[in-house]
């Protein structure tokens, strides 16, 4: 029973303030030393190895690289007078040609901080000067720009596949209908709220002279082919099978190099930036992982397992409870946690459960990485709100935030319902593109 009492302790030295890696190493170390003795000290020694051996995580320095080197590659502004020029006279047009370009980027780098703040920071002061609700501003942005954990490729998704022990490329293939599927959401709910409430979103004015159609496609051709010469050197080869996940980020990593130079914006200054950048991220990540899998590892020596198994057997829940009650557990940790620590909490231990039920563990993916994406926009933690913080202006309060997000919160349960209700939602693309059945 001892291996119960590991969650609490874990959640009170996070409580505390404990960085999560160091809070869960702490308490691996503590149980598993008490539970196993000296030889306690070997499995930490072989959970280090595997961590250390995985090539598959190589892939995460060279995503964070990808997406820190497209932050100062000039793609960001032309992408977003593009997809301006076909938007701006909808409803709400700038905060929808947001939520593309969001779609755009978040396709083009799998990095979700920096799609926030590269968007947020051309879009906020156009949104502003046409007097957008600060809350629609803040909730476009938050929503749109946290995509990128459930639009491929995403640092997420490469580092759960092998939590899951689940194949990467069937969840890059498997996210794309989910990810379109509720940024569509998204535009149709701004859509009809600027209809419906047009002081949340005044329109432009109609007597401003309109691009001739020639030209606007031309511009539009310019600032879409880098994008999608990134999208297509990530995702596309490795749905064409050209090649596997870690060495589709090595083609973006070179591609975001590329395309750096080409826009004349390459310097040894942003190229150590961006390797400083990348090195941090990259070291936080491998050292969570690393906490949660000594964590995991110490959990199920001491019996864990076996213990919620027979709870949730003497609870008699069936499949779709069982299911239920794991994703309100990722929901409810969102409030407290970061996705990579609810990752490692809790996927691990739901897994076996999910496989037993008969449940695709490709599908149970997808609802977790949408759970993830509810998380970045959930008070108190919010990392999307975080993040809008550092780039809003004074005016824009945290009670404009906080009220923004709800209504896009909203949205992702539907996301969810509709994912949950049609698994080939998430199951029918890689069925056909990777047959991974």
């Not at 892939?59 to 997809?83: C, N, Q, T, Y």
């Not at 190229?271 to 899998?293: C, W």
């Not at 009650?325 to 409030?335: K, S």
């Not at 993830?372 to 935030?401: V, W």
Request: proline residues 6%.
């Amino acid at each position: 029973m001892e291996a119960l009492l590991m969650f609490p302790a874990l959640f009170l030295l996070i409580f505390l303030g404990f960085p999560v890696a160091f809070a869960l190493m702490s308490v691996a170390f503590v149980f598993g030393y008490y539970t196993f003795g000296d030889a306690a000290f070997f499995q930490f020694m072989q959970k280090i190895e595997d961590v250390a051996s995985n090539f598959i995580l190589a892939a995460v320095p060279l995503f964070v690289f990808m997406g820190a080197m497209l932050e100062r590659s000039g793609i960001a502004e032309k992408l977003f007078h593009a997809v301006h020029l076909w938007t701006r006279r909808l409803p709400g047009g700038v905060a929808v040609g947001t939520v593309i370009m969001c779609i755009i980027f978040a396709a083009s780098t799998g990095v979700i901080g920096a799609t926030e703040t590269v968007v947020g920071l051309l879009a906020i002061p156009s949104m502003m000067r046409l007097n957008y609700s600060k809350s629609l501003i803040s909730g476009t942005i938050c929503a749109g720009g946290s995509l990128g954990t459930i639009i491929p490729p995403s640092v997420v998704v490469v580092v759960l596949g092998p939590i899951a022990n689940v194949s990467i490329g069937d969840l890059m293939v498997g996210m794309i209908f989910p990810g379109l599927i509720l940024s569509g959401l998204y535009i149709v709910y701004i859509i009809l709220l600027c209809t419906f409430s047009p002081t949340a979103a005044p329109r432009v004015d109609d007597d401003e002279p309109l691009m001739p159609l020639g030209e606007k496609l031309v511009v539009t051709v310019k600032a879409l082919v880098p994008p999608l010469f990134m999208i297509f050197a990530v995702l596309g080869s490795i749905m064409l099978g050209w090649a596997a996940p870690t060495e589709a980020a090595a083609l973006g990593a070179a591609g975001a190099i590329v395309l750096t130079i080409a826009y004349g914006k390459f310097t040894l200054q942003t190229f150590s930036e961006a390797l400083v950048k990348t090195l941090t991220v990259t070291s936080m990540i491998m050292l969570i992982l690393l906490g949660g899998s000594i964590f995991t590892g110490v959990y199920a020596g001491s019996g864990g397992m076996s213990i919620m198994r027979d709870l949730l057997d003497a609870i008699s829940l069936g499949p779709w409870g069982l299911l239920i009650i794991f994703l309100l557990l990722v929901f409810v940790a969102g409030f407290f946690l970061e996705w990579i620590s609810i990752l490692l909490i809790f996927v691990p231990l739901f897994m076996p459960f999910i496989r037993d039920a008969g449940f695709d563990p490709v599908w149970f993916c997808m609802l977790i990485l949408i759970m993830i994406q509810t998380s970045y926009l959930t008070p108190p933690m919010a990392p999307a709100i975080f993040y809008l913080r550092g780039i809003a202006p004074p005016e824009m309060t945290l009670r404009h935030m906080y009220v923004g997000v709800v209504p896009f919160l909203a949205i992702q349960m539907v996301a969810l319902l509709i994912v949950m209700m049609f698994p080939e939602t998430a199951l029918w693309l890689p069925e056909q593109v990777l047959g991974f059945r």
